[in-house]
């Protein structure tokens, strides 16, 4: 026999055995013990739950097998007023839910159990008891209190059941809206629970608690359809632009973020949540809506504002009662005052895309006439729209240099009245 291998492996396992760790386990209970992590602040190592400490028994394993072990219990008062209650590594003195210190020689370990009989979730039903604009109150006729313990100092905590509420709400993106789960943890059930008002119908479920699932014995209910009363919208605003290069197209001022030069063709759209009867677009001549001119009960609204002036739009829906109303951001179109300037010449056909083209500069220009006459008092060209130009041609030829004249007639949407008449001179053209 090798004396000195043997001697070896004797020496290695005394070794492990020393450097072992020690542990705590539960037996002779209806159900497994759930044990749950500790904050350090507590001063414990761990949470343990069990079903009910009847006939409960723990097992500790020391360090090393020469450990003393000591067992203590404590209450509210913490750790600093444990008293002994038993010695060995096996310990069955458990009465109800209570603090443990487990002493090995000078190291000591603190958890508490919980005995979850004392305070078990009860099957019940979920019941919506009111509901309001913003919130909706459910009661359960069972019951799942708070469950307590202490930490080793005696500060009073509580055990998170993690009780899952589930129920459907509407989430909005920019235009629209669409059905989403919403899913709560419950640390416990008390009087009553609120939710914020769900959008949409719904059923409420109740599922727990987080120790009946573990031990397979998990509580669902679900509450009858609730018919949402709470409503909400979203609302858009979208200008149409225009790629005019004579046109001045400045906003007008007065923080307004649409508008600029008339007409202003502006497309508003919203979408509502699922209680919303009463839907309406409102202009107004004030930010406060006090004075409204034009009301347009469409999620669509179309509208050109063709008159300087600042103008305030917004969207409001409500339910069928009228008890629950949303109300949208306003947006502001500002219109701003008419101009308009004529050029007095141009050159025709001499560079490509450099002033060959007569155009007038406007702004806020809802009626426009313009006709363009030569010398012999032959109108040559005419122009209903402030954004249109004259080639310099007539009849698909472009005109002799020389001087031309024009006559305008129109009308800004300030109602500023233009009677304009002038010459055109045509400079270095070309002719064909």
Not at 32 to 60: E, H, N, P, Q
Not at 62 to 91: C, H, I, K, M, T
């Amino acid at each position: 026999m090798n004396y000195r291998l043997l001697t070896h492996l004797l020496l290695w396992a005394l070794g492990c055995m020393a450097l072992r760790a020690s542990s705590l386990t539960f037996s002779g209970g209806e159900h497994s013990v759930v044990r749950l992590d500790a904050d350090k602040s507590t001063g414990l190592s761990a949470i343990y739950v069990a079903y009910s400490t009847d006939g409960l028994s723990a097992a500790y394993t020391p360090d090393s097998d020469a450990a003393q072990v000591r067992w203590y219990s404590y209450g509210y008062r913490g750790g600093a007023y444990a008293e002994q209650v038993g010695s060995g590594l096996n310990f069955n003195g458990f009465n109800g839910s209570g603090g443990y210190i487990v002493e090995e020689d000078d190291k000591r370990t603190y958890l508490w159990l919980c005995d979850y009989s004392s305070a078990p979730m009860t099957a019940g039903e979920l019941t919506v008891t009111s509901a309001d604009c913003s919130a909706t109150e459910l009661s359960y006729s069972g019951s799942a209190p708070a469950l307590t313990y202490y930490s080793a100092t005696g500060r009073k905590l509580e055990i998170d059941r993690d009780i899952s509420l589930t129920y459907y709400t509407l989430m909005a993106d920019e235009n629209s809206f669409s059905q989403h789960t919403v899913t709560r943890s419950l640390p416990y059930i008390g009087a009553t629970i609120s939710v914020p008002a769900p959008l949409c119908a719904t059923r409420f479920s109740i599922s727990g608690d987080r120790f009946l699932r573990a031990w397979g014995l998990g509580i669902d209910c679900s509450s009858v359809v609730f018919n949402p009363v709470a409503v909400e919208a979203v609302s858009s605003a979208v200008q149409a632009g225009r790629d005019v290069p004579n046109e001045q197209t400045t906003p007008a001022g007065d923080g307004a973020a649409f508008g600029g030069s008339a007409p202003v063709a502006m497309t508003f759209s919203a979408a509502v949540s699922d209680a919303a009867v009463f839907m309406e677009w409102q202009v107004a001549d004030d930010p406060d809506f006090n004075s409204i001119t034009l009301r347009e009960r469409a999620l669509c609204f179309e509208h050109t504002f063709t008159e300087t002036a600042t103008s305030y739009v917004r969207f409001v829906c409500a339910n069928a009662d009228g008890s629950c109303e949303w109300t949208g951001d306003t947006y502001t179109v500002a219109i701003g005052e008419s101009r308009l300037r004529c050029p007095n010449a141009f050159s025709p056909g001499a560079s490509e895309g450099v002033n060959d083209e007569w155009k007038v500069s406007y702004r806020s220009i809802v009626q426009f006439e313009c006709h363009i006459f030569n010398s012999l008092g032959v109108k040559i060209a005419q122009l209903n729209d402030p954004a249109q130009g004259w080639d310099g041609k007539y009849k698909g030829s472009f005109v002799k240099p020389g001087v031309y004249y024009y006559v305008i007639k129109a009308r800004g949407a300030d109602g500023k009245a233009y009677n304009l008449s002038g010459d055109i001179n045509i400079v270095g053209s070309r002719t064909r």
